[in-house]
C-alpha cells in the first residue's frame, strides 16, 4: 500500500504530468537547451546548449508544412532521435551534438501537444 501510494505521488507530481500545454512542457523541457531567441537576436552564442527553438521549428516547418506531418515528425523525432533522422545540417549536430531523446520519458500526449504548439506558435514570423 505505501509503495503505491508513493508512486502515485510521484506520478501526480511529475513536471510531465502537470504540463497540460505545450509552452509549460517547453518551458519545463526543451528550454534547458533551446532558447527561444532567434540566433541574430542572440549576442554570445558560446552559451547555446542547441539550436534556437524558432529556427528549429521553422526548419521542420518548412519540410512537414501540415500540422498533422509536422506533428508526427516532432513526435517521433523526440522520442528516439537519430542523425539520419535529423532534419538539421551535419555541421549542426557536429556543433551541438545529437539531441538527447527527451521524449522517452514524456507521454504520447504530452509529445504530440509540444509539437502542436511549436507548429502553431513558434517561429511563425
Not at 503505491?4 to 528550454?31: H, N, R, V
Not at 552559451?47 to 506533428?71: C, D, M, S, W
Not at 502542436?116 to 511563425?124: A, Q
Request: glycine letters at 4%; a positive charge.
Amino acid at each position: 500500500m505505501r509503495n503505491t501510494l508513493t508512486a502515485a505521488l510521484l506520478i501526480m507530481t511529475s513536471p510531465f504530468t502537470l504540463a497540460s500545454d505545450g509552452e509549460s512542457i517547453y518551458k519545463q523541457i526543451c528550454s534547458h537547451c533551446h532558447v527561444m531567441q532567434m540566433g541574430w537576436e542572440i549576442k554570445d552564442k558560446t552559451t547555446l546548449k542547441a539550436p534556437p527553438f524558432p529556427g528549429v521549428t521553422k526548419v521542420v516547418r518548412r519540410i512537414y508544412n501540415n500540422e498533422q506531418q509536422f506533428v508526427e515528425f516532432v513526435s517521433n523525432y523526440i522520442k528516439k532521435p537519430t542523425r539520419v533522422r535529423s532534419r538539421t545540417k551535419d555541421a549542426v549536430i557536429d556543433q551541438f551534438g545529437l539531441m538527447p531523446n527527451i521524449g522517452a520519458n514524456m507521454s504520447d500526449e504530452e509529445r504530440e501537444i509540444v509539437a502542436k504548439w511549436m507548429f502553431n506558435n513558434v517561429g511563425i514570423n
